[in-house]
């Protein structure tokens, strides 16, 4: 039997750090169901007090305390937010003690220098996403010249989330191009992307999940069919050997680790 | 005169939890300026090693003892690290102790259920990223009807990296549609997107920063003028007003902000 608990981020910015951080926390205490609720934004003791409302009903409803991770910089909201019945974990706290004792300096009560640096990664990945839209699947092969890395795959291996998500997160410019039956068959990389050799990475995915997606766009159609995603898998696999092109297995992977592991495997240095 | 240090964030998986937190707290110190190092997937004693000999260059070049923030699991590999010459901080350690005595469970030696959250994610994700660029910049309208949210506003003024982002961290469906000088002009709603209003929301940015990125597509054009820009920011944001159109501003803000103020002021429940 699994118990219930309530799992709540609290953030006077986006909340996405320290949802990030409890829910990999969480996640290793496996005899519980949490359910998540993240509040961002929360920046006034009226949004502070509707937070208490919020998990003073959680916790009674699951009879039991809600757990709280919180990234607020403002003692005051923070006071009002322990006042609720919670068991609540204070994330900067627990390390800006011992960052100022190792610094010899006292924190700021504000967070300081990121839009600098923000701007600079700004630029850094808005044009990134620009290009990886502008040379989607094949689309646009001038510019291959400006890639920092470009995805290979089958239809449906995940190139365009990951290449997305390379701009987004690492500013890294990411063009993708399909490989389809004709240059499977043939095994030669198509003329476009032949003379940019070194900067090609693969994607291959198991025949099944591959088939699942697939159906998912074209139902019961020959594209989707086991025997032609097998077909595919096993066909451009072998290229890559032959190429000798890097590549990786997606299926069990989330985008950002799948974007994570080519930056580490492929020695991509990010841009942001 | 700033001191230099530099931060490593090592990691068995992705890193960008333990980055996104230290980087947070590190933008505290201000008298500091941090070199980062993200090291993903140090997972084997090998690379343990070579981590450690990376942060002894680092502190050695410095002068001064590189900060660690680590989110590894392995105990044995954590080890290896906190014998370099560094000042350690042990992410998961520092709270794992805390919700074992509240849970009345030990942590398990593994990420768990990671796997299935993630994949029910997983779907919502790819899909909303589909849906955001097959409905990018107006080219598709007939599927407003599955829009989560639609936003709208002049060239160049963020909606596309939005729209993906939405996708990407929430599993959200937005599309977005352009607002031309003609439809400023004439003050009026297109058609398309005038029986959806109220999944409208309004992005405006301010008119120098508008003209800034504008130049870098199109230098010295009038679509670019500060003229042009003021006259289109000016109205825009007078039809957002006039058909009671939420909208934000979006000059100092991130994807990531731009995105969760969204979901937040339009009341907008995220899908995964």
Same mark, same amino acid.
């Given at each position: ?30 005899? #519980? ?99 990886? +839209? ?29 290449? +997305? ?21 043939? =095994?030669? +990389? ?5 003379? #940019? ?30 025997? =032609? ?17 890097? #590549? ?25």
């Amino acid at each position: 039997m699994t118990t219930k608990r309530t799992a709540f981020f609290v953030s006077d910015g986006t909340g996405i750090t320290s949802e990030a951080l409890g829910m990999s926390l969480l996640s290793r205490f496996e005899g #519980f169901e949490f359910e998540r609720i993240t509040l961002p934004y929360v920046d006034s003791v009226e949004k502070a007090n509707e937070t208490v409302e919020k998990i003073n009903e959680a916790s009674l409803r699951n009879d039991a305390k809600a757990i709280i991770f919180d990234t607020l910089v403002d003692d005051r909201i923070r006071s009002i937010i322990a006042s609720s019945n919670c068991f609540m974990i204070d994330v900067f706290a627990a390390f800006l003690g011992p960052l100022e004792q190792e610094l010899g300096q006292q924190p700021s009560d504000r967070v300081g220098r990121n839009k600098i640096t923000e701007n600079r990664g700004y630029d850094h990945r808005i044009s990134a996403i620009s290009y990886a +839209l502008d040379n989607d699947d094949g689309a646009r092969t001038r510019y291959y010249n400006e890639a920092d890395v470009i995805l290979v795959g089958v239809s449906r291996s995940g190139k365009t989330p990951t290449c +997305l998500y390379l701009a987004m997160q690492y500013g890294i410019k990411a063009a993708n191009y399909p490989l389809t039956e004709e240059d499977i068959d043939d =095994q030669k +990389l198509p003329a476009s992307i032949k003379s #940019f050799k070194q900067k090609l990475f693969g994607l291959t995915i198991e025949p099944d999940r591959l088939s699942l997606i697939r159906n998912e766009r074209k139902a019961n159609s020959r594209y989707a069919s086991m025997k =032609q995603c097998n077909y595919e898998v096993e066909e451009v696999e072998l290229m890559y050997r032959r190429e000798r092109i890097p #590549f990786m297995n997606t299926t069990h992977y989330s985008v950002e680790e799948i974007a994570t592991r080519i930056m580490v495997q492929a020695e991509i240095k990010r841009r942001c």
